[in-house]
């Protein structure tokens, strides 16, 4: 009896020791530590988001485009796509929504994004001086939510069509 006893308390133990927690803690970085710390850094208006239509086992990465006003340093184009990988129960993950942003990044064409990255919504007092971007760069690929709601209108209707021709034929 007492062996038992001794192997629950010892089983309650492993199943009630305490777990790592997976917190997101951020150091706060400063503008001028990210402007020496990242090899660009641009202030640029969030116009567009594009996530994927489906994604697997709760990840999904959403894709920004940015359309830069002012280049703070290194070589950038007049838009910009930023890659953020939302991982459902990751603490650490957010998503940016419409507006102004001080964007930092080591390589314009793999920028990303997390909740510690120095990228920042653009504070009222913040004035930026720069210089313009090379014109060009990438645009988002076309919604297919709008390619697949045009879709089925259309196979809506058709079903409608038919629906009405295959009920009666000989009304014609």
Known sequence: MKRWILA???LASVLVAP???HACSCAGTSDSEALKENRIAFVGE???ARGPLFHLR????IRYLFEVQTVLKGEVTERVIMSNLIDEGNSCSDELSKGR???????PEKLTYHACSPTHAVRA???FEGFDPRPGG????PDPTKALAVGALAAGALALLLRKKLRDPLKH
Do not use: C, F, R
């Open 138 to 141: 990438p645009h988002l690929p």
């Open 125 to 127: 007092s913040e004035n």
């Open 19 to 21: 777990v790592p927690a």
């Open 8 to 10: 629950l308390a010892i």
């Open 46 to 48: 969030l116009v567009d």
């Open 58 to 61: 709760g990840d999904k990465t």
């Open 101 to 107: 942003y001080v964007v930092y990044g080591d390589d």
